[in-house]
């Protein structure tokens, strides 16, 4: 699977939109990009997944760039809810064959303020 | 509907015990898979079972077991238990084939004395 690269630490105003970076220049033709975080002592939450097109759920918008070598994973009015450690993963297309082996890097820790 | 259900969410053991931990899937998912998450070394796969078998295995010794029964539940067995086995034991589910993501439970955390 690709590496990722994500800014270690980011902070948001509450009400603003918080946009977090990841970057994935070795992704290949058959790899998604997913989102995940982990609010302190939960297990992670599954945000969002694409492959090339934008996507949009009632979480989170993912934007990826055309030649899909970075993604940005939007939120769009965060909340002190929101803090959190925020993952992105690259991963093969799912199919018969395809592990569930994710691999996790130091993720961004979140911090939204007041 | 439910989510991933992990038991205990806390154990403390002693060096050289052995412990199970249990993780029961989101209804119809057949694939569980395991992770281990310390301050030092992030999360880290374990392994997965899919329709009681293991399908993958990650880099750690062979005190690090688990399986899976008929109705999708899974197990993971550490024995010998050393102190740096104290850590944050994740499960998580999905369905075996297609795009649909893995599900975490919110862990065992396993301390070791």
């Known amino acids: 699977d690709a590496k990722t690269t994500q800014p270690t630490s980011m902070d948001c105003a509450e009400g603003r939109a918080a946009n977090l970076p990841c970057n994935h220049s070795t992704i290949s033709g058959n790899e998604y990009v997913y989102w995940y975080r982990q609010i302190h002592s939960q297990g992670p939450q599954y945000i969002i997944h694409?492959?090339?097109n934008n996507e949009t759920n009632e979480m989170a918008s993912l934007i990826i760039t055309e030649d899909r070598k970075s993604s940005t994973l939007i939120l769009p009015h965060a909340t002190l809810r929101d803090t959190a450690v925020y993952y992105c993963i690259v991963r093969n297309l799912p199919g018969s064959s395809n592990t569930g082996k994710l691999i996790f890097g130091q993720g961004t820790t979140l911090q939204v303020k007041p | 509907k439910a989510g991933v259900t992990q038991t205990p969410r806390y154990l403390i053991k002693t060096r050289g015990q052995q412990v199970t931990l249990s993780c029961s899937p989101i209804?119809?998912?057949?694939?569980v898979s395991w992770y281990q998450q310390t301050p030092g070394q992030g999360l880290q796969f374990l392994f997965e079972y899919f329709s009681e078998t293991q399908r993958n295995k990650g880099n750690f010794p062979g005190r690090f077991s688990g399986r899976q029964f008929s109705n999708s539940r899974s197990e993971m067995n550490v024995s010998t238990l050393e102190l740096g086995d104290s850590a944050l034991y994740l499960c998580?589910?999905?369905?075996?084939?297609?795009?649909?993501?893995?599900?975490f439970g919110d862990g065992t955390r396993l301390s070791i004395l």
């Open positions: 998580a589910s999905r369905y075996r084939q297609g795009r649909q993501p893995q599900h």
């Open positions: 694409g492959l090339k």
């Open positions: 209804s119809g998912h057949r694939s």
